[in-house]
């Protein structure tokens, strides 16, 4: 193992009340990628901002290459590099304009930071854009050129905050690309996430939870605390009563869908019947981080999803989502063109695609926030653009980013939303006192919704989005940056749902939630360029890239290379 | 299609959002009060406290009676002596004083004669204002000492007003001034803040219209409007001691519709806003122009004509003439209603335009 | 690797805040809201303040109720309308003067008694009083033939109306007098104004608008840069740079500055090239002075953006604090020395008010030490107050 580059002992940080750290410690190598791995408010942000000089602790120490962070931000500023959260750029800015301003504040002259510009923009993919707004570029183009910045000081120590959150899974790939070939210069860095699957890549983590220490090492050895006890089985059952039996049995601590196949991670002490049962149908493979993760955590919440009560939807031939021919244009540009599927009842279906792709201008056209330029687009039958008001009554919608509104206590929000989809009286209150009962807000009732945690305001808005039963549920990337126990129990939740008959529409950038589809769309360059399941899509991904037992990540970047080799002319 | 419960849903919303954070209940009421006190008491146009000099050439003792009796009145407070020319540049350029007397040498003599004699009166033209109102004063007490009993006695009395006491004018204008720019930002924002935060999407993708949504947007506005009045209403008359004369009624509704011409005019400017600095600024940009020419802090007739033409557009100018009509001057109806309906007529259109802009927005 | 933070540090210390504000200004010039407020709103208020708001009275509606209707009251009424103050409206009964003044249609009225011929009558018979400085006439003694009464709503006008009212009434009776011989002694008062010789409010009103504007680009625009950057996350990426506070406090202020004093020498020259405002002082005390009151408005409005984290916030603060004060309280268009104590007190606070002072005496006056050196001390220190102020704020925000 290489020489530890940040020390930490006993680091302690509190605001106010709050714990942000609790005393922690750890070693973490020169020269290779640490993930601090967490779910939201453990601490990984408080962590990083300690370390690069930005907040004082109230006790322990820090040594970064011998040097305690004041100390080195006093004496080597340059030595240290940090990206914030959102990247901390300049959008009214060109992308040139960021860099040189980074650039003199570190000091560097005009010829070498002209040279580092020029070696930077090559190595992040970003010199065709060096005059584009920094606003206007997509959310991996943003991210990389947040690292080029924290780069120009030719730093050895990286720390990057949440660089994965809202990237789509093409820019990850190549950011984890450039970021290893940093590492392997000999530059330490730290990566924080709330991703296990990105932790699982890097040689080191450090996991936090509630502000102290919950694992620090090697992932593989987290890897082995599971080992023969993760099975993929095929789901026999029709719909998805298999997970949501197996979500509340006894005995398993994880259960997750793949395409056609459930992943079940099974406790050490789960009763014999269910190992027998489980071994017959299926196999054992070997466990991923996240698997282990959720096994430290204890396991799933196996609560009953309350969604899963009540009359299931009778099942009509009308689609529940029908898109015929959608353009958008804006001006010359077309933003997504000539887009038609159908989602029958009770259905899953994915809309996946890098940033800026037209995933969300398909997606918003679909909820009636934004008009096509041409065609149509009926919900459960109902026309969205000459019944707009009717139409939208039977849609629930969960935005990307929270977006109930802060100021005012949870009850108010629920009430506001039930009254607008047009529920009152008795039917209101005995709805939302079940869902609040159920989703564990019925004790936050009264707490205002800013001061919730990222998952309880995850819930609050599922709860919102689906007072009134909607028949089609659009999801907006909507576990973007929710830890992995949050995001099962949601999973649970919208299977529970579609189990009766609601149809959801999902953006994602996540491929553990792309599995959940039971139809994918690609959307790429303005144009749908494939559509098909789970495992047609990894099928195809076997056929033309030549690869065995193929993620969907690399079926999804497989098709993207393919559609820019063949037709890279068109689109100038 | 339209519906009232939805529309009351999002009105609720927007109070709940206004009223529930206690930074925003502070804002929407205290600083506007503290104003109200402040700016209520600091404005005045009537001239009291003058400090004056006096540079006396003569040597009889009728100058110093003049200049005693001017003392004598409540507005000058003090007299600053003056030796010589160059003293008194100094006084007048260090603004110490508003104005200097100066007395010839044959002031006294020529009085003592039966003859006119005459004085100067030297005013700060940096003051023209405060100056001249002071030299009416002097020139008041001057003829008042020399009147004969002769000839038609001239009585004055004001109307409305007896006392000429600034703040019966300026209070009622504040609420006004209050109400629209409070109308207008707050409406203004609350569009640009949602847009920014992303809750509108949220709200656009309910059952509810754009109708619906801008015109719950307006009920803050006139929520906070009515709050206002009712306060200052309190304030003016027992804090101030301004009588009320007119219609309760009257002063509500007219309150009322002109927060809803505000409102309306907040909302046109938010929807052509992106973000919350741009919607700011905008309310700005329209709203203190609006202020300067609807006859609120100098009256309209002062102005160049082509501007009484533009203030008649602007429904703060009626209101002036409304609120301190109700007020002070027990307005009648037929004038009341007039200026009602031009307020109600601004509210329409900007409510009616603001909403088909918010329509083609969205 | 790290060969080029240490060299010559005073260079690079320099060169970081240049890029700063080389940063700063690039956004200012992307964003249309900041032309708003450097450009068109210095023009719209210079127009409004130059051409709209005049505390100058112009034509005074008065009306007149000659309940005499003899040769002499309509002498009277005639001199009236001769008169270049005011604008006649006849009128024939108590009801219609009653209306006309609720509906304010004219702003005070004259009732000539129908004993009016029979009280100039009595100017024949006692040939003026000898006893020259009488105490005032007593008017409850003699019924007075003459009314005036004059709408108090607005008290500004109402107080002209009465002074040109009664100056026509003595004026009228004077004339009279001449007439038959008569000859009483008056006190004729010369009036001159200095430095402003035509009495123009616009010359006081224009400097002090620009105090107005001054503050506006000062606290309003500035109040929202540091909200804007703690909102965006830019503000972290900052401080993990090596820039020291100072440096971002100078790159914040230097890019303002530049702004405040570009609108102030345009609206320098609006005002003496197209408002004929006289400008008496020095250009080079001008420019000195302002730049001390420029601080002191970014002062003020860093102030409030180091604090208020919210846009929304920020901009409340802004208006309250700065705008609506320079408007009200700083002596612009209402008389400090006619407030009441306190306020005078507070009053004295605000760099605004020492400003307009300053900025008037430059103008109207020229350069006079004896105003404007202390009123500089005084911006000056609110200037160190304010910065110092600013300093320690940004030191506490981080946590």
């Known amino acids: 193992m290489p020489s530890p580059g940040v020390q930490v002992r006993g680091l302690c940080k509190s605001f106010g009340s709050h714990v942000a750290l609790n005393n922690v410690s750890c070693s973490l190598p020169k020269g290779c990628i640490t993930g601090i791995v967490g779910p939201d408010a453990a601490g990984k942000t408080t962590f990083l901002r300690l370390l690069a000089g930005l907040l004082r602790q109230d006790s322990g120490t820090m040594d970064i290459f011998g040097k305690s962070p004041e100390a080195l931000v006093a004496s080597e500023p340059n030595r240290l590099g940090y990206m914030p959260q959102k990247f901390g750029l300049y959008e009214d800015l060109t992308v040139l304009a960021n860099l040189r301003l980074h650039a003199r504040l570190r000091g560097l002259d005009r010829e070498s930071g002209e040279a580092v510009f020029a070696r930077l923009l090559s190595f992040t993919g970003l010199a065709p854009f060096v005059d584009r707004l920094a606003g206007r570029l997509s959310g991996g183009m943003k991210q990389k050129l947040g690292i080029a910045c924290a780069l120009l000081g030719q730093p050895d120590l990286l720390l990057l905050d949440e660089p994965g959150v809202g990237v789509d899974p093409l820019s990850r790939r190549e950011l984890w690309t450039m970021v290893a070939e940093l590492a392997g210069q000999g530059m330490t860095i730290l990566w924080s996430t709330a991703y ?81 049962e489980v071994r017959a149908a299926g196999r054992a ?46 001006g010359s540009f077309t933003a997504a063109g000539d887009i038609s599927f159908e989602v029958q009842q009770g259905q899953i279906f994915g809309l996946l695609g890098p940033n800026g792709a037209g995933k969300s201008t398909t997606f918003r056209m679909l909820c009636g926030l934004t008009r096509p330029t041409s065609g149509t687009c009926r919900v459960a039958g109902i026309n969205m653009l000459s019944s707009t008001s009717r139409a939208r009554g039977q849609i629930g919608y969960m935005a990307q980013k929270f977006s109930l509104y802060p100021d005012i206590p949870v009850w108010a929000n629920i009430r506001i939303y039930g009254t607008l989809y047009g529920l009152a009286g008795d039917a209101l209150s005995q709805r939302s006192k079940d869902l609040a009962a159920a989703l564990g807000l019925d004790e936050h009732l009264s707490d205002i919704t800013g001061t919730l945690s990222l998952g309880l305001k995850q819930r609050l808005a599922l709860l919102c989005a689906t007072l009134h039963d909607p028949a089609v549920l659009f999801l907006d990337e909507p576990t973007s940056g929710v830890d992995v126990r949050t995001r099962r129990d949601f999973w649970k939740h919208i299977l529970a749902m579609t189990g009766r008959g609601t149809s959801v529409l999902v953006t994602t950038h996540l491929m553990d939630e792309a599995e959940y589809c039971d139809t994918i769309a690609l959307i790429y360059q303005g144009a749908m360029i494939s559509l098909g399941s789970p495992d047609e899509l990894k099928a195809e991904c076997k056929r033309i890239a030549h690869l065995e037992d193929p993620t969907l990540e690399k079926a999804f970047i497989a098709q993207i290379e393919r559609h820019t080799q063949t037709g890279a002319g068109s689109m100038a | 299609m339209f ?309 008649e557009i602007v429904p703060m100018t009626h209101f002036a003439v409304l609120v301190q009509g109700v007020f002070l001057r027990d307005i009648t109806w037929g004038s009341a209603l007039a200026c009602l309906g031009k307020i109600a007529l601004a509210a329409l259109v900007s409510v009616f335009v603001a909403v088909w802009m918010f329509k083609r927005r969205t | 690797m790290n060969t080029t933070a240490t060299t010559g540090s005073a260079k690079l210390w320099r060169k970081q805040v240049l890029a700063l504000i080389a940063k700063e200004f690039a956004q200012i010039v992307r964003d249309p809201s900041s032309y708003m407020i450097a450009l068109l709103l210095p023009a719209l208020f210079l127009f409004l303040f130059g051409y709209g ?86 008017q409850g003694e003699v019924p007075a033939s003459l009314q005036l009464v004059v709408d108090g709503t607005e008290p500004n006008s109402a107080s002209f109306l009465q002074a040109y009212a009664q100056s026509v009434i003595l004026g009228h009776i004077r004339g009279l007098m001449r007439e038959r011989g008569i000859h009483t002694p008056e006190i004729t008062v010369q009036e001159r104004f200095w430095y402003n010789p035509s009495a123009k409010s616009v010359n006081f009103l224009v400097p002090g608008s620009i105090t107005v504007i001054m503050t506006l680009i000062g606290t309003l625009l500035t109040s929202l840069v540091f909200a804007r950057e703690w909102e965006r996350g830019t503000m972290e990426a900052m401080l993990a740079t090596p820039v020291t506070r100072l440096q971002l406090i100078l790159g914040k202020l230097i890019p303002y500055f530049a702004l405040g004093m570009f609108s102030l020498i345009l609206c320098t020259v609006l005002a003496i090239l197209v408002f004929d405002v006289p400008f008496r002082g020095s ?23 180091v604090h208020m984290k919210g846009q929304l916030v920020a901009a409340e603060a802004g208006l309250f604090s700065g705008f609506l004060p320079s408007l009200l309280l700083s002596g612009f268009i209402f008389d400090i020395s006619s407030m009441p104590p306190i306020l005078q007190w507070l009053s004295e606070l605000l760099p605004a008010t020492h400003f307009n002072l300053c900025i008037r005496t430059l103008f109207l006056a020229g350069t006079v030490p004896s105003v404007l050196v202390p009123e500089t001390i005084c911006l000056t220190g609110l200037a160190a107050l304010l910065m110092l102020l600013v300093y320690r704020g940004l030191k506490k925000s981080i946590e």
């Open chain 1, 196 to 276: 296990l699957d990105e932790a699982e890549r890097c040689p080191h983590i450090l996991m936090l939870d509630e502000g102290s220490v919950l694992y620090e090492g090697d992932p593989a050895t987290f890897c082995q605390r599971t080992r023969g006890r993760v099975f993929l089985l095929p789901q026999h059952e029709a719909g998805r009563s298999g997970f949501l039996r197996y979500f509340g049995e006894e005995g398993v601590e994880d259960v997750v869908v793949q395409g056609s196949m459930l992943r079940l991670v099974l406790a050490k002490d789960a009763p014999q019947k269910l190992q027998d």
């Open chain 1, 285 to 330: 493979v070997s466990p991923r981080l996240e698997d282990s993760y959720m096994s430290a955590l204890g396991g799933i919440n196996r609560a009953p999803s309350p969604f899963a009560r009540g009359e299931r939807r009778t099942r009509g031939d009308t689609p529940a989502i029908r898109a015929e021919h959608l353009t958008r244009k804006y």
């Open chain 2, 3 to 311: 519906s009232l419960q939805r529309l009351w849903a999002i009105a609720w919303k927007e109070l709940m959002v206004l009223f529930f954070n206690k930074i925003s209940r502070f804002l929407i009421i205290v600083p506007p009060l503290a104003q109200i006190i402040i700016f209520g008491w600091a404005a005045t146009m009537e001239v009291r406290n003058v400090s004056f000099a006096v540079l006396n050439r003569d040597r009889g003792i009728l100058s110093e009676r003049v200049t005693n009796a001017i003392l004598g009145s409540p507005t000058f407070v003090r007299m600053i002596p003056v030796a010589s020319e160059g003293e008194m540049c100094d006084v007048m350029d260090r603004g110490d004083a508003l104005f200097t007397l100066v007395f010839d040498e044959r002031f006294s003599r020529d009085l003592a004669a039966g003859r006119s004699p005459s004085m100067q009166i030297l005013l700060d033209g940096r003051r023209s204002n405060a100056a001249q109102i002071a030299c009416h004063y002097v020139t008041n007490i001057t003829s008042s000492l020399l009147a004969s009993e002769a000839g038609p006695g001239i009585v004055v009395r004001n109307w409305f007003n007896p006392n000429l006491e600034f703040q019966w004018f300026f209070l009622p204008n504040l609420i006004g001034i209050l109400t629209f720019m409070l109308g207008l930002v707050v409406t203004g924002l609350t569009v640009a803040r949602e847009r920014e935060v992303g809750t509108f999407d949220q709200l656009l993708v309910t059952p509810s219209t754009p109708t619906e949504i801008a015109l719950a947007k307006l009920v803050p506005g006139c929520v906070t409007g009515l709050i206002h009045g009712t306060l200052f209403l309190l304030i003016s008359v027992f804090g101030f001691g301004i009588p009320f004369s007119g219609s309760l009624i009257l002063l509500y509704v007219s309150l009322l519709v002109f927060a809803l011409a505000s409102g309306g005019l907040g909302l046109m400017v938010s929807s052509l806003c992106q973000t919350q600095q741009q919607a700011f600024l905008g309310a700005f940009t329209i709203g203190v122009p609006c202020i300067l020419i609807s006859g609120m802090l100098t009256p309209i007739h002062n102005m160049p004509k082509f501007l009484q033409v533009v203030s």
């Open chain 3, 53 to 138: 708001i005049s505390l100058d009275q112009s034509l005074l509606r008065i009306g007149i109720l000659d309940e005499s209707k003899t040769q002499s009251s309509t002498a009277l009424v005639a001199d009236f309308s001769a008169s270049p103050w005011f604008r006649v409206h006849i009128c024939h009964n108590m009801e219609e003067v009653n209306l006309a003044m609720r509906e304010s249609a004219i702003q005070g009225f004259v009732r000539i008694r129908e004993d009016y011929e029979r009280s100039l009558a009595s100017l024949a018979k006692r040939p003026g009083s000898q006893n020259l400085l009488a105490e005032a006439h007593a």
């Open chain 3, 283 to 305: 250009y080079l005390a001008l420019l000195a002075i302002s730049s001390v009151f420029m601080l002191c408005a970014l002062g003020q409005g860093l102030l409030i953006s």
